[in-house]
């Protein structure tokens, strides 16, 4: 096993950052689901990274504690933005919780307790894989089984036609703040998961660039099912790695890359359907 020493002593940060990544992309997979473009998720993660960490940091609270506080935190804000935000749509609502990303941002740079510009040092590292992965199966089962009980129907009739989801009596309003919130509780269970394993987090790192990230991630595998956010968030973590020998050009790849998926796979790489097809054309093509 020794090999396996090696490789973990070397990669296991990179493995760490691809399963907070899934778990960030499923919170945004979770909104656009029912039809809301929000990149609100960025701001979710710094929230529940920074409580989780300040409550470990001056409290000494317990690891699961902590972790849960950092989930309900950013979903509780959630809940009292939801109200107003929540009327807007499409481009609307992605510049509304683009700008609540930025107070979120500008607030934590602004506050003696958060440490500021220069952000939080000297997090425990409590995060151990099995956390992640433990954490992200109850994710991926837990939105496998909404997305085929009765909210994940109304979520599927909202994103469709929100005005015939209304007519067919679905409370749109409150289907559309559960999904804004539960988007919010995982994303900040990423954040707080994450602030435990790097042992430094900063202000910069919930900004603009991490929001069109977390979307990226979404829109690069298709968010036709779960399936899809998860790999595209897996691609986009693990690319910068691959590509390190190109030095310079590793953004010019990696920004052409994403360029030919949206022209040449509009609904991401992974779409059933087109691989059904694909698999077929293969059969049929040997017969």
């Known amino acids: 096993m020794e090999w396996f020493n090696d490789f973990w002593s070397t990669y296991s940060t990179l493995v760490f950052s691809v399963g907070v990544h899934i778990l960030l992309a499923l919170s945004i997979w979770l909104t656009l689901s ?3 473009l929000s990149l609100a998720n960025a701001a979710f993660m710094g929230i529940g990274a920074y409580v989780a960490a300040l409550l470990t940091l001056h409290l000494e609270w317990s690891f699961g504690t902590v972790l849960l506080a950092g989930g309900v935190a950013p979903a509780a804000v959630a ?5 107003p935000v929540l009327r807007l749509s499409g481009v609307y609502l992605a510049m509304a919780t683009l700008a609540f990303g930025e107070v979120v941002r500008i607030t934590v ?11 939080l040092n000297g997090i425990p590292l409590s995060t151990e894989a099995w956390h992640i ?20 129907r109304a979520f599927e009739a ?17 289907y559309k703040l559960l999904a804004f919130s539960l988007g919010a509780f995982i994303a900040g269970i990423a954040g707080a998961l994450n602030a435990h394993f790097t042992f430094f987090i900063s202000p910069r790192e919930y900004g603009f660039e991490n929001a069109v990230d977390i979307l990226t991630m979404a829109v690069l595998g298709g968010f036709s099912n779960l399936i899809g956010p998860m790999l595209g968030a897996t691609i986009l973590t693990l690319l910068p790695e691959l590509l390190r020998s190109l030095h310079d050009f590793r953004s010019l790849v990696n920004g052409a890359v994403l360029v030919l998926v949206v022209l040449f796979l509009p609904k991401g790489i992974w779409e059933p359907r087109r691989i059904r097809a694909w698999v077929q054309r293969f059969k049929g ?3």
């Open 34 to 36: 029912c039809g809301l």
């Open 79 to 83: 809940l009292i933005i939801g109200a």
């Open 109 to 119: 740079l602004n506050l003696e307790i958060t440490g500021g510009p220069e952000g």
């Open 133 to 152: 992965a433990l954490i992200l199966a109850v994710t991926v089962y837990g939105l496998a089984r909404l997305r085929r009980s009765k909210v994940g």
């Open 158 to 174: 909202i994103k469709e036609d929100e005005i015939a989801a209304r007519l067919m009596g679905i409370d749109v309003d409150r």
């Open 285 to 287: 093509g040997r017969a």
